[in-house]
């Protein structure tokens, strides 16, 4: 589904147990790709709080890469999957997998990284990492809340 055919979504659609965006770093907007997401998280019914959450966590891990591997970045692919008790965000890009670990408390405001890295470690149930034959997957998973 590309983002012509998802922004014709209304709030009483379907709902839909999968969604990728292709994301061309040179020609895609953040707000495109938030208005595709929150779309695809409104049909599904996720409450407020965990979209902004998830929200947050897609924005800042595209703009990781866009940020710290700005010569290599030319696609990321961002794909959410619902499924009955929680959201998996399959987020692949085409930079080299540098391995990472989280801060264990958040970065001071001085500090110019690793804020988000650690917003993500207390938000996510679940975050994976791993190389792939074209670059770097990052997997995140979290619960749904009870309707």
């Avoid at 001085?110 to 990052?138: F, S």
Wanted: net charge negative; charged share 20%.
């Amino acid at each position: 589904m590309n983002s012509l055919q998802m922004n014709t979504l209304s709030m009483n659609a379907k709902p839909m147990d999968s969604l990728q965006i292709n994301i061309a770093l040179n020609e895609m907007t953040p707000e495109q790709v938030y208005d595709d997401i929150e779309a695809f998280f409104i049909v599904n019914n996720i409450d407020s709080q965990q979209r902004f959450k998830l929200m947050l966590c897609i924005l800042e891990s595209v703009n990781n890469v866009v940020q710290h591997c700005p010569e290599d970045a030319e696609t990321v692919t961002v794909m959410l999957q619902n499924h009955q008790d929680n959201i998996v965000i399959d987020i692949l890009d085409n930079t080299k997998y540098v391995k990472l670990s989280a801060p264990q408390k958040c970065p001071e405001i001085t500090q110019p990284n690793g804020r988000g890295l650690w917003i993500m470690e207390q938000w996510m149930d679940q975050i994976e990492k791993q190389a792939t034959v074209l670059g770097t997957h990052l997997r995140l998973s979290m619960q749904k809340q009870p309707a």
